[in-house]
């Protein structure tokens, strides 16, 4: 059973209310509580959110602590009954454009290593036909409003997907060599014009393929040189605790999400990692494995060629090695922060 009291509940992250309303029944050996009814706290405050009409903290839960790749859930859908009732267009067009920039980034990470990679392959059409399904549902959604100028953007889209083509992309038309600066100056203006992970990746990508080869190329070498630096103990405890464990595969996706937040994050990142706690929040919401797709999926855009990957030597974890059951002793004050 969960603790069900509307008292523990901010009604500003659903994460942390969430995250509240589990029932802790003891500690693992490194300290960090175990928790039970996961799901059902889920339910409940998601529902109490539901019933106050909270959509902003709801769209936010639901496009940062989800990957859509297999078609939406039914905590979506019930968001999208309630916000086409109170006609609120603009906010589901931002729940459905974060579900369909998470499904179309899944088919061209795919796509562009169809041909060395039998099981991506196999597994695009089905893939695609997720995609295009729940494009075609946003259309639904779209009539319903009359929204003539949203429709035709998205027939475009349906279209360049069901042929399996990108937008046609004009001869490189931003003459500048991509060197440290015009790397993070690219991040941030993704991120500013994103609501989520999924959207940031995409347009990073559409960026991207305003350059020459040469420099994309160069991109992905500047993104493997931080994915390195980031390669840290320190870093791998903090998304340990923060996420409830985090296998190397998820330590990779968090150091892209960390990337993702801007030079000034990743700076302070390498310095303390106490002093980006309260930027990093709980849960899944900090996996962005799709940034290092980007640069690849821009490459065959502009080439047709596959983006070799980079001859690199096996990343060293720097700093001093932690044991599971040594993590409460040797970061307090991080596990402190996220027994919320």
């Given at each position: 059973m969960i603790e069900k009291n509307i008292n523990k509940l901010t009604f500003q992250n659903l994460n942390h209310d969430i995250d509240r309303c589990c029932v802790e029944t003891g500690e693992t050996m490194s300290g960090m509580p175990v928790v039970r009814g996961l799901d059902e706290a889920q339910e409940y405050v998601f529902s109490a959110y539901l019933e106050k009409k909270l959509y902003g903290p709801i769209i936010d839960y639901l496009i940062n602590n989800f990957t859509w790749y297999w078609g939406v859930n039914d905590y979506a859908e019930r968001a999208t009954e309630a916000l086409k009732q109170d006609g609120e267009l603009i906010k589901l067009k931002r729940l459905w454009h974060g579900v369909i920039a998470s499904q179309k980034q899944h088919f061209w990470a795919l796509h562009t290593i169809k041909d060395?990679?039998?099981?991506?392959?196999?597994?695009?059409?089905?893939?695609?036909?997720?995609?295009?399904?729940?494009?075609?549902?946003?259309?639904?959604?779209?009539?319903?409003?009359?929204?003539?100028?949203?429709?035709?953007?998205?027939?475009?889209?349906?279209?360049?997907?069901?042929?399996?083509?990108?937008?046609?992309?004009?001869?490189?038309?931003?003459?500048?060599?991509?060197?440290?600066?015009?790397?993070?100056?690219?991040?941030?203006?993704?991120?500013?014009?994103?609501?989520?992970?999924?959207?940031?990746?995409?347009?990073?990508?559409?960026?991207?393929?305003?350059?020459?080869?040469?420099?994309?190329?160069?991109?992905?070498?500047?993104?493997?040189?931080?994915?390195?630096?980031?390669?840290?103990?320190?870093?791998?405890?903090?998304?340990?605790?923060?996420?409830?464990?985090?296998?190397?595969?998820?330590?990779?996706?968090?150091?892209?999400?960390?990337?993702?937040?801007?030079?000034?994050?990743?700076?302070?990142?390498?310095t303390d990692i106490r002093k980006i706690l309260s930027k990093v929040p709980a849960g899944l919401g900090t996996q962005a494995e799709g940034l290092l797709s980007a640069a690849t999926i821009a490459y065959e855009s502009r080439t047709d060629k596959l983006l070799r990957p980079r001859k690199v030597s096996s990343y060293k974890l720097k700093g001093d090695q932690w044991e599971e059951h040594e993590i409460e002793t040797r970061y307090p004050e991080v596990c402190k922060y996220y027994r919320i």
């Open positions: 060395e990679a039998p099981d991506a392959k196999k597994s695009l059409p089905k893939v695609k036909a997720i995609a295009l399904q729940q494009m075609s549902r946003f259309r639904e959604i779209l009539t319903v409003f009359d929204d003539v100028e949203e429709l035709s953007r998205l027939d475009e889209e349906i279209g360049l997907l069901e042929r399996e083509e990108r937008r046609k992309i004009t001869p490189h038309r931003d003459p500048r060599k991509i060197d440290e600066n015009l790397f993070w100056e690219l991040i941030e203006k993704s991120r500013h014009s994103s609501d989520s992970v999924f959207q940031q990746i995409d347009l990073l990508v559409s960026l991207l393929e305003e350059f020459k080869a040469s420099d994309i190329k160069r991109f992905q070498k500047l993104l493997d040189e931080k994915m390195r630096d980031l390669y840290h103990w320190d870093l791998w405890a903090l998304a340990y605790i923060a996420q409830g464990g985090c296998s190397d595969d998820a330590f990779e996706g968090f150091r892209a999400w960390l990337i993702l937040q801007g030079r000034e994050m990743f700076e302070l990142a390498l």
